[in-house]
């Protein structure tokens, strides 16, 4: 496919290297930065385009009349719009993509996709709020992607010292936890493993558990690891996203409190977020949180624009022994060193954004027996993806045992009728079947006949 990503920011560039590491595409980067053009040159398999995106004059020299899909991914919601309504207007068979940011635009441009010639709306900050939430709101795990219209769940938790999984071989996992789950994948030391049933947990590997919602949380019980639900909630920096999660949040009844420095933007949150209570100061002053009764707080998120602030703040709020901390990450690569630090759950806005983006591309690759629900695991390492059987799938009413699949391709769940089961060797698929993959993102699994060998 051709795609043009216009924007060549966290968002633009982290949807380049995605993209093009699938060697199938054609990418074309427009930005009006030429020192960032060429680096995403040097890095990636791309093309560069420097000017306004919204100019047609720009979008002709990108090649928007020969292109299947453009990316609109700028710092500015409304250059979005323009682009897209611009490209669309030279390219009418095109497929258009907007960042839109602001919660006065979001409501706007959903309702008026047609109008301004959008295929899909994103926004990053909305979508690590609602994934935030659904942490706050079933905590225990450090992650939840949800499957199956929500009826089946991978979830992520880190085996920390004396946990009692650790030592454990995973084939007596079953009688410990006394329900039936299944570990589909092991971060080690940063490195991605597809498990077998001899394979032993160890301190510090981060865990991939699938199995049915109502069985997650018999795990965790039955493991004796207390997990209340959070009651107050301190959120350390006041942008977009505390904003979306605070509206999230109240609506829970949770009572929040927003730390922010900047006057201007408290003053904004407060005339805005009528029940959340908003705290004018800096973070950096331990003392501030202390005040703010950090140690009387059920959850701690920090989502302020520096990475190092996050860290330093969600860390300070683990040795104080708050329960649950989530920690914004934006340009930290590294999960080795994520995986000694204790900054609880890290969540990443522009690769949950990237993740919808590419799920929408290899819909547009494969109409037919495209993946329904598409996850990035393990740090980008694994992905989990949810498939439809239909008459067209291979093997179907065979056991799973007697076929032959690709290697480190797990097959996680299978929902029928609305029962997701974990499969076993005498498994098999039948039509109208929500099956879950797991595997190594270079398996390159767009269709369920992938996994076959």
């Not at 030279?90 to 497929?95: E, T």
């Not at 329900?179 to 160890?202: D, M, N």
């Not at 959340?276 to 800096?282: A, F, L, Q, R, S």
Request: charged share 25%; hydrophobic share 45%; with cysteine.
């Amino acid at each position: 496919m051709k795609i043009i990503i216009a924007g060549d920011g966290k968002v633009g560039e982290t949807l380049a290297a995605m993209l093009s590491a699938e060697k199938r595409h054609n990418i074309t980067l427009i930005d009006t930065r030429a020192d960032v053009l060429e680096a995403s040159v040097s890095a990636h398999d791309v093309i560069a385009v420097l000017g306004n995106c919204a100019t047609s004059a720009t979008l002709r020299d990108a090649g928007i009349e020969t292109a299947d899909l453009l990316i609109a991914a700028t710092g500015n919601d409304e250059v979005n719009l323009l682009c897209s309504t611009v490209a669309h207007a030279m390219n009418k068979n095109l497929h258009t993509i907007a960042r839109i940011r602001d919660p006065e635009y979001a409501g706007d441009a959903v309702r008026m996709r047609s109008h301004f010639g959008l295929s899909l709306v994103f926004n990053p900050e909305k979508q690590a709020a609602e994934e935030i939430a659904r942490l706050i709101r079933f905590p225990g795990f450090l992650r939840r992607d949800t499957f199956a219209k929500g009826r089946t769940e991978i979830v992520e938790l880190r085996l920390e010292e004396g946990h009692p999984l650790i030592g454990v071989t995973l084939s007596a996992l079953p009688a410990l936890v006394k329900c039936k789950v299944l570990v589909c994948a092991v971060l080690r030391e940063g490195e991605p493993i597809i498990p077998t049933g001899s394979f032993v947990l160890c301190e510090g590997d981060r865990l991939l558990v699938t199995a049915p919602s109502e069985n997650l949380s018999l795990m965790l019980k039955n493991l004796r690891i207390v997990t209340h639900k959070a009651k107050r909630v301190m959120l350390v920096g006041g942008g977009r996203l505390s904003f979306y999660l605070a509206e999230l949040l109240d609506k829970s009844g949770i009572d929040v409190k927003i730390i922010e420095k900047d006057s201007a933007r408290c003053e904004a949150l407060a005339a805005n977020l009528a029940h959340t209570e908003i705290v004018c100061g800096d973070v950096g002053h331990r003392t501030l949180l202390e005040s703010e009764g950090l140690r009387s707080s059920d959850a701690l998120i920090t989502l302020t624009d520096l990475d190092e602030l996050n860290m330093l703040v969600s860390i300070y709020g683990t040795n104080w022994g708050v329960p649950q901390v989530i920690t914004k990450l934006s340009h930290v690569e590294d999960s080795k060193i994520l995986d000694t630090l204790p900054v609880g759950s890290v969540i990443c806005p522009r690769k949950l954004s990237s993740s919808t983006v590419l799920r929408y591309v290899r819909a547009m690759e494969k109409k037919a027996g495209a993946a329904i629900t598409v996850h990035s695991l393990a740090d980008g390492a694994v992905e989990a993806s949810e498939f439809l059987v239909t008459e067209e799938t291979l093997h179907r009413g065979e056991p799973l045992k007697n076929i032959s699949r690709k290697r480190n391709v797990l097959v996680a769940s299978i929902t029928r009728h609305g029962v997701t089961l974990i499969p076993d060797g005498s498994s098999a698929f039948e039509v109208g079947d929500f099956v879950v993959i797991v595997a190594p993102s270079e398996a390159g699994i767009d269709e369920l006949n992938d996994i076959f060998a």
